[in-house]
């Protein structure tokens, strides 16, 4: 690609064609604020915090929008730019709830580093009349507060572009401006896939999870209660990050010990579930084989898309995989088999999810997720959430050292540890079903064809005579490509994975948030899952069928994959929720 030299700040730099003012800055190791900029979502210019001067031009113009040209002359840090971007701060401010100390986000704001940055204090610049917003916490898995919110429009762009569901979007006009749902509708009562997505993208601390950690803190001081945690694959990729550890460290060992000082009774590990949905979704895939479809059969693990398939799809129910995510079926074991195992009345085990998913609220309040007649998995949390438990507990996480889960439900195969990737699960399953066919142990595991960040992806592989045909998506954009695709009859899948979020669960909305400086520049998906596939290579078992626990609780329990047992304890059923409903 062609260089073009310009001058920043009066030193010669050179960036290629097409860049921004922004992106050509960045390359030459200079910082431009942002709020509303996300990379190829939210180009639009509109907070002003980026403006730079420019030789020629009539006024400062936004460095995220305005492409460089041959010897362009650009200064980033004049006393004009300065006095600009404070001016607009102070007036973002002059409407924003200034309750900084008790907001979540404190400490982890983008508004508020750029505040502190500027020199821009709680001073009531602009004195005047002021909108007022209520709360809308009607939906199971967040929180919207509009007097916190700037209008970037980051979570209008997301929920439009990268997850085509467009539920939210900028009301009224001018100063009665404000981020809301058609006809003023309550978050609860439209069709959210509860993906969480506009929740990592916020600047500031408008939109969060509900946070249910109190709920936890209760349960273990309650003594009549046994209380489990599981932690989801991707969780101990990303929970390092919460610490100010690199991003993809694997930080897996201190996780658990910071889970024991928490005080939970055991720590297990959902990997294992991951396992146990591998045996059954490869069962479940080889029956439709047998029997001629339906095809494609679709994955059930994300249970944003589960939703997304409910509320806009509902045609491809009888295509969605009958088994129930890991989480859930983690839950089911608990409260079935490691009940009888110990003695313990269902009832009495409270379970735990430690997830990358808000959407993972939504499921736990799921109809048919109750295999000993209590919800099976009875609070899920986010890695967030998690975080600020650590940090409350006073557990000095970075200085930790590793300890190992507990049994009998911690020890998974490296096919569980890659669900937390986008093309992971269909990795994993494709290991198990394609030894099945075979009928003997098969040493190439890998299926490099499914792996990568691309949003749609697509493979044939031959095993055993049979042709089998898969695709991978990630994110709903994608999902919603990929089914227009296959409904139009331009493609034909007998199984396809897709997961909610871009990238799978390592970029899942209840992920620790990174600020635009990071997202719109470093490629997190990329580094988190290396640390995924870097664990799955390292292990000695990587595929499911290999786990001693599961073969030892299928012998003693469920019977066989697919079993009326299995299906009683690890399925579950889906309904048409096309009709909006309050969630």
């Known amino acids: 690609m062609k260089e073009v030299m310009i001058t920043i700040n009066g030193k010669i730099c050179t960036a290629p064609e097409g860049s921004t003012i922004l992106e050509a800055a960045r390359i030459n190791n200079i910082e431009i604020p942002t709020l509303c900029y996300l990379k190829e979502i939210n180009e639009i210019g509109a907070c002003r915090m980026c403006v730079v001067e420019v030789k020629g031009a009539r006024s400062l113009v936004t460095a995220c929008v305005y492409p460089i040209s041959e010897g362009m002359e650009i200064t980033t840090n004049s006393q004009k730019v300065f006095n600009s971007r404070k001016l607009s701060l102070e007036l973002i401010l002059s409407t924003h709830e200034r309750k900084c100390l008790s907001c979540i986000r404190s400490g982890n704001c983008e508004l508020q580093k750029l505040c502190k940055e500027f020199n821009v204090d709680d001073e009531d610049y602009f004195n005047g009349e002021n909108c007022e917003y209520e709360f809308d916490d009607s939906a199971v898995h967040m929180v919207r507060n509009n007097n916190k919110c700037i209008l970037c429009r980051r979570c209008v762009a997301v929920c439009s572009k990268w997850q085509s569901v467009g539920v939210i979007g900028p009301n009224n006009r001018g100063f009665n401006t404000h981020i809301g749902s058609a006809y003023e509708q309550n978050l609860g009562d439209v069709p959210c896939i509860s993906c969480g997505q506009c929740i990592v993208v916020c600047p500031t601390g408008a939109i969060h999870e509900k946070d249910q950690t109190q709920e936890v803190w209760d349960a273990l001081e309650d003594p009549t209660k046994h209380v489990i ?18 991003i993809g460290s694997n930080v897996e060992g201190k996780m658990v010990a910071a889970l024991r000082r928490i005080g939970f009774d055991r720590v297990f590990d959902t990997n294992v579930a991951a396992d146990f949905t591998i045996m059954e979704e490869a069962n479940e895939f080889l029956e439709r084989v047998e029997n001629n479809g339906p095809f494609p059969m679709f994955t059930s693990c994300s249970p944003g898309w589960v939703k997304y398939c409910e509320s806009y799809h509902p045609e491809l129910i009888p295509n969605l995989s009958t088994c129930k995510s890991p989480q859930q079926m983690f839950g089911a074991l608990a409260k079935t088999w490691y009940a009888e195992k110990e003695g313990i009345d269902p009832k009495d085990i409270f379970v735990v999810g430690i997830m990358p998913c808000t959407a993972k609220k ?8 109750a295999a000993a007649g209590y919800s099976d998995c009875d609070v899920a949390l986010t890695t967030r959430e998690l975080a600020r438990m650590i940090d409350k507990a006073g557990v000095r996480f970075v200085e930790l050292e590793d300890e190992s889960f507990d049994n009998p439900l911690g020890e998974a195969t490296g096919a569980g540890y890659i669900f937390g990737a986008t093309g992971g699960v269909m990795e994993a399953a494709l290991r198990t079903a394609a030894e099945t066919l075979a009928g003997h142990s098969l040493e190439q595991v890998e299926f ?4 990568g960040m691309s949003g749609i992806k697509e493979a044939t592989y031959e095993m055993s005579g049979a042709t089998v045909n898969v695709a991978v998506a990630s994110g709903i954009s994608n999902a919603k490509k990929l089914i227009e695709k296959i409904q139009a009859g331009e493609a034909f899948y007998h199984f396809v994975e897709i997961m909610g979020c871009p990238g799978g669960c390592i970029n899942g909305g209840g992920q620790p948030v990174q600020p635009a400086s990071v997202r719109n520049f ?9 640390a995924l596939y870097a664990e799955d290579k390292d292990k000695g078992l990587r595929k499911s069928n290999e786990n001693p626990i599961v073969q030892k609780i299928y012998q003693e329990f469920l019977d066989k994959p697919g079993s009326l047992k299995a299906h009683h304890i690890l399925h579950t059923s889906y309904r048409d929720r096309s009709e909006i409903e309050i969630s």
């Open 229 to 246: 945690v599981q932690t989801a694959p991707s969780i101990r990729v990303t929970l390092g990050e919460a610490f100010h550890m690199p």
């Open 362 to 369: 939504f499921e736990v309040t799921r109809e048919d997720e």
């Open 522 to 530: 470093v490629d997190l998906k990329t580094k988190r899952a290396a």
């Open 448 to 451: 490099t064809e499914v792996r």
